[in-house]
Nanobody, 114 residues
Framework: QVQLVESGGGLVQPGGSLRLSCVAS????????MSWYRQAPGKQRESVAA???????SYADSVKGRFTISRDNVKNTVYLQMNSLQPEDTAVYYC????????WGQGTQVTVSS
């Protein structure tokens, strides 16, 4: 089993920044892909960013140039640096680890509001 714990969410004003972290523990299959998803109220969960074990990244068009995903394979941690946050970025942000199976964290709330 793998456990994922996200942290770093909160309330931020438009234009502000937050850094999310997700720590994985347990029987972690390697190599793997670690990703961030988000789900806004009344909307489907959507992919935000992903990073392979070897460092390849992908981003949703809506966050390109504003969000940066990174990871520390020694610490089994993935990060999401979010800059220039806008109200439409408000959502619960989830971490996912994809190896033989997918594992999800419980999510962290990000609210962008003045």
């Amino acid at each position: 089993q793998v456990q994922l714990v996200e942290s770093g969410g909160g309330l931020v004003q438009p234009g502000g920044s937050l850094r999310l972290s997700c720590v994985a523990s347990g029987s972690i299959f390697r190599p793997n892909v670690m990703s961030w998803y988000r789900q806004a109220p009344g909307k489907q969960r959507e992919s935000v960013a992903a990073m392979t074990y070897y460092g390849s990244t992908s981003y949703a068009d809506s966050v390109k140039g504003r969000f940066t995903i990174s990871r520390d394979n020694v610490k089994n941690t993935v990060y999401l640096q979010m800059n220039s946050l806008q109200p439409e970025d408000t959502a619960v942000y989830y971490c996912k680890l994809s190896g033989r199976v997918d594992y999800w964290g419980q999510g962290t709330q990000v609210t962008v509001s003045s």
